[in-house]
């Protein structure tokens, strides 16, 4: 079992830049793709972005691309997600998650681990 602890959400205006990160601890980060998804006030949980088990595969959904990036770091066990250009309908609950295998998914239930979650605030 895998344990994963988001870190860098906050309160940020319209157009600013926040770098998420994610640690992982237990089970091993690097034989496994990770994502990250988020979840609005009312809305379900999405998918953002995923990364590969080495980095190979990146994905991002069209309603970031341009904006945010996935990138991850596997001496430091750590996933982030860089976002730029924040807006008022990014602001949600982010949350990291570990895929069951090397590859990244769109589903949800593909991933066997989870974050608490941090928040992130756009403010207009």
């Known amino acids: 079992q895998v344990q994963l602890v988001e870190s860098g959400g906050g309160l940020v205006q319209a157009g600013g830049s926040l770098r998420l990160s994610c640690a992982a601890s237990?089970?091993?980060?690097?034989?496994?793709?990770m994502g990250w998804f988020r979840q609005a006030l009312g809305k379900e949980r999405e998918f953002v972005a995923g990364?590969?088990?080495?980095?190979?595969?990146?994905y991002h959904a069209d309603s970031v691309k341009g904006r945010f990036t996935i990138s991850r770091d596997n001496a430091k066990n750590t996933v982030y997600l860089q976002m730029n250009s924040l807006k008022p309908e990014d602001t949600a609950v982010y949350y990291c998650?570990?895929?069951?295998?090397?590859?990244?998914?769109?589903?949800?239930?593909?991933?066997?681990?989870w974050g608490q979650g941090t928040q992130v605030t756009v403010s207009s």
């Open positions: 990364i590969s088990w080495r980095g190979g595969s990146l």
């Open positions: 998650a570990q895929s069951q295998g090397i590859s990244w998914s769109r589903d949800q239930s593909d991933y066997a681990s």
């Open positions: 237990g089970r091993s980060f690097s034989s496994y793709g």
